[in-house]
DNA sequence: GGCAATCGATAGAAATTACCTATGCGTTAC
DNA sequence: GTAACGCATAGGTAATTTCTATCGATTGCC
């Protein structure tokens, strides 16, 4: 009752008569003559003069008018809030990521879509993007990994060859391409187990029976660039990831299919969220498995 | 739906929880659950993780939390507002009157009972003061006059005699009283007609079959105690209007009642009044006529 | 000066909304 | 492992809101 009858007197108060308000506000006038009458009753309160064919505001009524003003204007913001969030026009996107090579990309047209939404990244290990993933600190995570959990969604985004990486002085940096049977004996430096990579790249070398010979394993990217930089054996990356330098050189593997994938990862339970929809909508339109 | 389910929502943002807002609100469970889920569906929006066995806002739920904290301190300013009105611990009333005579009189009182309530008196003479009272700029008149309209309704607050008064050196003062018979003759200054006064008191001496000889009618109660000083003749007044002068005396009328009377005159159609009941009710433990 | 139009009040009924009880499912705590 | 806790669901009830029809009164027009 508070409610309606505050916002009935609003009305009146504002189209300065029963009918023009009622008629604004979209409903009958006898209601308003209740539900002002009611609210009168209710607090034993004039608001307004019924004199003759016009309405008045009392003194009681013009104080109560000052405030109610400032509580609907709020309640119109309120509902403002909630239609623009309806419509995207403005809201919240977390992401986390491994690296910024997709991510960047994936929020530059989520953004020029929806500019009206704040975007946030979280960039770290794939372990911690799943984790904010989980604890909904984060509404999406775009990460090479599949976790298998049945709670989470992953949708590939992109496709990358795993390359080869060299010295310019190394026999393979003259080649256009290399055959896998060409690492059998080869010095490699790899990533640590549990890398994506290095996962797909064992795979491909285990089905084609050769054996590089492993000289080192460091956990970072940029450590094994570094070492490769410094001649103690050859590295493979990612397509997507390799850094050029002038003393490095990126050769493909011609005979084996060796791709790390990009996935956007969501929690199935948050499916259907509004945001989550429109960034897998926006994704969805620039798949392009390479 | 919408007032109500920004209710729920704030209550359950505030409370932490589904269950505890019910308490703190006095509803059901299932209705906030309810609630709040017809917000969400309506906007498409998340405004709490339902994690677990715990809620927390997502970052649209705190950004509304925001403009509706806002929104519902409006409110209770609203009803506490209504709730000091009905208490007359806030309010207004305005006064018309002749003469600050009695009116200060009874504002002193209502004020000391009503500290809350604002106070404002408009003096003029008794058709302005009528005229404001109907048109809704007084609350109440504080008048001599009786006007037969039925939409008033007037209120008997204190009767004071018409006294005769005079220049020191007149025979009359030294007298305690006169006799109505005394004024025969006498050279007298008079109110104009439709004057209160003048019409109780030509009322006495017409039934007394007394004439005194008029020298002068003046529409003014001062321009008649300087005429008076000035020795033009001798003058009558309310009691309670007298204005003590050096050479001034007021001298009583022994063998006549002769009475003027303040009322509290009020719209009849506003007689429910909360603020007119208040005053007519601090007013009635203050009559005392005479 | 009379007639039509306008505005708010009233009465009674209909539709919508808000709300409750009972219960289920999953998690947390002891 | 069991009990307690917290939110979701289902179905029904109660309360509020709102409607239509009509009246009474005043204002404006001709």
Redo the contacts between chains.
Sequence with gaps: M???G?RSFQAVAQAGGFTAAAEQLGVSQPTLTAQIGA?EA?????LF?R?NRRV?L???GR??LA??T??FA??R???E???Q??ELRR??L?VGAVGPYHVTEMLAAFGRRYPGVELSVALGNSTRALQDLRD?RTDVAVLAHIDEDPGLLAVPYRRHPVVVFTRTDHPFAARDAIALADLQGERMIVREKGSTTRRAFEEAIGAAGVAPRIVMEIGSREAIREAVIHGLGIGYVSAAEFVADPVLRAVPIADAQIFTYAHVVILRERAD??VIRAFLDTVGGMLRPE
């Design positions: 508070r409610y309606t505050l609210l209710e607090f034993d309160v004039r003069h004199r008045e009392t003194p009681a104080d109560l405030i109610t400032r509580m709020e309640e913001e309120a509902l809030f909630l239609q969030s309806r809201g919240v977390r909904y969220g509004r």
